[in-house]
């Protein structure tokens, strides 16, 4: 699943703690607990359909 921080947060990759999924570019990740726990909480939203990039890599929302 493609993910985006909420807008002024930034959320810690799983097991990265160092590296940081932030508000401005959306990055794929797998399906796992951790993170669908923190799009029900709201610090991770789902990014659009049609947003391009590769899994780990961190990419435009826009697809560019």
């Keep these: 699943m493609k993910v985006i921080a909420a807008p002024g947060l930034t959320c810690p990759m799983e ?3 160092r590296e940081y999924i932030g ?3 959306a990055v794929e990740v797998p399906a796992t607990a951790y ?3 923190l ?3 709201g610090s991770l939203i ?3 359909a ?3 990039g590769s ?3 961190e ?3 826009d697809g560019k």
């Design 55 to 57: 899994k780990g890599k």
């Design 15 to 17: 097991g990265k703690p």
């Design 46 to 48: 789902e990014a659009p």
């Design 59 to 61: 990419v435009k929302p």
């Design 23 to 25: 508000d401005d570019r």
């Design 35 to 37: 993170y669908t726990r």
């Design 50 to 52: 049609g947003t391009n």
């Design 39 to 41: 799009v029900s909480d």
